[in-house]
């Protein structure tokens, strides 16, 4: 059985870092790129930032450009999001996911293996 478990989430003040972990178990996705979401509250599931399998290639949403970081552990089996300059308006659950494909793609309904989530909430 494939899970996908996030972890790293908290409540932080504007300007702060956190690190986000995804740690997938039951089957490997080295092979596989490994992608963020988020949802803030009232408002539809969107692309942060997905990674290549061989962590060579990244993209990432604009709104998170040259302050977040996507990372991965092959050997791990992990996937990480590191956020610095947080603002209030990344408050949202954050979700882990890998997709059907093998490209690095940002269209949401790639993706079929989802983690439950992990709550960030940015204070200003």
């Known amino acids: 059985q494939v899970q996908l478990v996030e972890s790293g989430g908290g409540l932080v003040q504007a300007g702060a870092s956190l690190r986000l972990s995804c740690a997938a178990s039951g089957r490997s996705f080295s092979r596989f790129p490994m992608g963020w979401f988020r949802q803030a509250p009232g408002k539809e599931r969107r692309f942060v930032a997905v990674i290549t399998w061989s962590g060579s290639n990244t993209n990432y949403a604009d709104s998170v450009k040259g302050r977040f970081t996507i990372s991965r552990d092959n050997a791990k089996n992990t996937v990480y999001l590191q956020m610095n300059s947080l603002k209030p308006e990344d408050t949202a659950v954050y979700y882990c996911?890998?997709?059907?494909?093998?490209?690095?793609?940002?269209?949401?309904?790639?993706?079929?293996?989802w983690g439950q989530g992990t709550q960030v909430t940015v204070s200003s």
């Open positions: 996911a890998v997709p059907r494909t093998l490209s690095a793609t940002t269209e949401m309904y790639e993706y079929i293996y």
